[in-house]
């Protein structure tokens, strides 16, 4: 026996380093099947880091009508969202005095 496998010494250690290296390929922590998952990993953080930055955008945007010059329009918008002061549908009528009139 002993004989043998010093015969066929070669012959072993290649299939052995085949072996080895065909299951690294597909299986291994840099395989196939690793870089798939990965692969699709890195899609959903992208799509992910894709919604968070239009949330931010949105924000900033929120914030900016909220700065110093203020967005009337959108404090009423605002107003109505939160406190529930109106209904949908309603016409809203905005009456303004005019205050140089004597």
């Keep these: 026996m002993l004989r043998l496998i010093k015969k066929n010494y070669f012959l072993l250690i ?9 299951f690294n390929l597909v299986s291994g922590e840099r395989g196939l099947f690793s870089y798939n998952q990965k692969k699709e990993l890195l899609t959903n953080l992208k799509n992910k880091e894709l919604t968070l930055i239009s949330k931010i955008e ?10 110093t010059n203020l967005d009337l329009d959108y404090i009423e918008t605002l107003i109505r969202e939160r406190f ?13 005095n005019d205050e140089n009139k004597n």
Excluded at 14 to 22: D, E, G, N, Q
Excluded at 58 to 67: A, F, V
Excluded at 84 to 96: C, D, Q
């Design 84 to 96: 529930l002061f109106g209904k949908e549908g309603e016409t809203i009528y905005i009456i303004k």
């Design 14 to 22: 290649s299939a052995f380093l085949i072996l080895y290296f065909s």
């Design 58 to 67: 949105d924000m900033d945007h929120k914030n900016s009508l909220l700065s």
